[in-house]
């Protein structure tokens, strides 16, 4: 049975760093396609960044780009989600999410595409 576990989020001010974690258990994340997604109170599931299988190769969204940066540690089967230059609109639950396969990036940004879900954790940003 496959387990992700994201961790790392809390409370930091505007202008803040936070490195989020996810862990695997059944499920080798070297071996798989990653991806960080955030939802916020009264909206919907949105894209946040993705990294790839084959290549490791990771891109983000408009919204987060230049700011966050994902990256793995396969010897700690993690993925982690690092948060810079944080601002109050980047409050939301964060989930990662998976899949042992490879795919070009427009799929990796559809939440519908992943095999894998963790319960998310909450980061909130003061202004």
């Known amino acids: 049975q496959v387990q992700l576990v994201e961790s790392g989020g809390g409370l930091v001010q505007a202008g803040g760093s936070l490195s989020l974690s996810c862990a695997a258990s059944g499920l080798t994340l070297g071996s798989a396609a990653v991806g960080w997604f955030r939802q916020a109170p009264g909206k919907e599931r949105e894209f946040v960044a993705a990294?790839?299988?084959?290549?490791?190769?990771?891109f983000a969204a408009g919204s987060v780009k230049g700011r966050f940066t994902i990256s793995r540690d396969n010897a700690k089967n993690a993925v982690y989600l690092q948060m810079n230059s944080l601002k109050p609109e980047d409050t939301a639950v964060y989930h990662c999410a998976a899949r042992s396969s490879d795919s070009d990036l427009a799929r990796l940004a559809l939440s519908e595409w992943y095999e894998y879900w963790g319960q998310g954790t909450q980061l909130t940003v003061s202004s």
């Open positions: 990294i790839r299988r084959d290549s490791g190769s990771f």
